[in-house]
């Protein structure tokens, strides 16, 4: 494959593989240090309700040298940008400049539920998080009194050893989260987007409104999903049960809807060898400047050490 494409693993792939009573974060750096032995480029890792994503970023990267570290991705609630750009920088500085930040919107009911956040205009306070974000980034200071965020900081400031710049990635399907990562962030995570929908809609729209906003060509690292099994009923099955509810969230269900596709589970590669270089290889067809692989563990703990022996020789094609 010319030229190689950046190949990398979101973390953890499946939380019942981590060791109940052990330390759950040594157990993802050593999955870590497993992905960097198998030659893919970069550790990415989801955050949920237990482990903090950054700081697991951090100090996987610490530990691990030479592999890139990223979120993918914090939701920006309830988070407010003076404390994120802290954690990042920091985590830059840790990471000796290999850390990525990938932020998401996510989904509206989940939110007001977990957090009881009054609803607001979502896409405005996204693109005000992110300009605020992108000027303490860029600078060390904010001023913005936005109508969803307001941001003040007494001083700027630098964190010696953070550099370069953090990147921002912008988890993004829709015409409105594509908009805000093109023109405030340096790229997207695209996510259930298929190969015809990115060459058609997502590449194109990205390009687009980054080049209108005088910024550099974006990152485009679609969030992927697949698996090296022969159990392809057993893996499809959980693939189904696990993806399911994405299908409903608007913003997705249109992707899907673009790339013809009913189930999201569709959208994952499920077979052997060749089954996932092809999938590699439609997604670098289609404008992608690199992977992130998701539902790896679909199938057995091989399948999974399988998949990303693979990956790695993919990457370094």
Do not use: C
Request: aromatic share 6%; hydrophobic share 45%; glycine share 8%.
């Amino acid at each position: 494959m010319s030229p190689p494409v950046r190949i990398g693993v979101a973390l953890p792939t499946d939380h019942t593989r981590l060791p109940g009573e052990a330390n759950s974060v040594d157990a993802l750096v050593g999955q870590v240090r497993e992905l960097a032995d198998a030659g893919l480029t970069s550790a990415w890792f989801t955050q949920r309700f237990d482990h903090d994503a950054v700081t697991v970023a951090a100090l996987a990267a610490r530990e691990v040298p030479d592999i890139e570290v990223g979120t993918a991705a914090v939701p920006i609630y309830p988070r407010h940008p003076i404390a994120l750009a802290m954690q990042a920088r920091t985590a830059q500085a840790a990471s000796h400049g290999r850390f990525t930040l990938g932020v998401a919107l996510s989904i509206k009911e989940f939110v007001e539920r977990t957090y009881g956040i009054a609803p607001h205009p979502r896409i405005r306070h996204l693109r005000e998080f992110l300009d605020a974000l992108g000027s303490l980034l860029d600078t060390g200071a904010v001023d913005v009194e936005g109508e969803t965020v307001v941001a003040r900081t007494p001083f700027a400031t630098t964190v010696p050893g953070a550099s370069p710049r953090v990147p921002v990635l912008m988890a993004a399907a829709g015409e409105l989260t594509l908009r805000a990562a093109g023109e405030l962030a340096d790229g997207a995570l695209p996510i259930l987007s298929g190969p015809r929908t990115l060459a058609g809609y997502t590449v194109p729209t990205l390009a687009r409104y980054a080049a209108a906003a005088g910024r550099p060509s974006p990152r485009i690292a679609a969030i992927v999903s697949g698996v090296v099994t022969a159990d392809r009923a057993g893996a499809r099955a959980r693939a189904e049960e696990s993806m399911g509810f994405y299908g409903t969230v608007p913003a997705y269900r249109a992707a899907l809807d673009r790339e013809g596709l009913g189930h999201p589970a569709d959208l994952v590669a499920i077979g052997d060898e060749q089954a996932l270089a092809d999938q590699v290889a439609a997604y670098v067809e289609a404008g992608v400047t690199e992977l992130v692989y998701t539902q790896t563990a679909i199938g057995s703990p091989e399948d999974e050490r399988r998949t990303w022996r693979l990956l790695g020789e993919l990457a370094n094609r």
